[in-house]
């Protein structure tokens, strides 16, 4: 109903995921229709297949390089999201990687030029541009995930910088647990006439907490 592929919802199916979660329903309707996003939404609420899902469906699996970059603040985040999206993207024959710091270079430079989805975490990203090992001009989609940890982590300048790399004319997705001070600032540089969403958990009753 939400206008997903159907080997897409075959994978999810797999997976026992049928029904979407509040925040999928806001925000894949306008993935897929290519709008820039600001999406307030905590972690544990669904966010990696609200973003994950349209992605998937939007590249081409006959392009080569990198189509898409998600940036993510910390290393355990890097490999859930492609844990999350690996099984949707064989489905689409799309090629998912992750580059993160505290391992070899070697296999990672490997992967993440195979690799259709990259998943980094802004410091390693770096470094492997750096080395001339990735290049981002083919990117068409770029997700920032958990925004606001990555600015908290202090992150902003290599983020701009990563960002510059990146074509002007893309798709912007910035997931954030608020959008108010750095973090609104950050959203508003990075996308262009974004629709925004909030998620927020629903208020447990006194009797639940007690």
Known sequence: DLGISGPVVDALRARSITEPFPVQKMVIGDALAGHDLLVQAPTGSGKTLAFGVPLVDLLDPAAKGPQALILAPTRELASQIVDELAGLAKARRLRVAAVYGGVGFGPQIAAAQRADILVATPGRLEDLIARGSVELKRVDFLVLDEADRMLDMGFR??????????????????????????????????????????????KRAAADIE
Do not use: M, N, W
């Open 157 to 202: 300048a290599a983020v701009d910088r990563i960002v510059a790399k990146v074509p002007r004319q893309r798709q912007t997705l910035f997931f954030s647990a608020t959008l108010e001070g750095a973090a609104g600032k950050a959203a508003r540089d990075y996308t262009d006439d974004a629709r925004s969403h909030t998620h927020a958990e629903p």
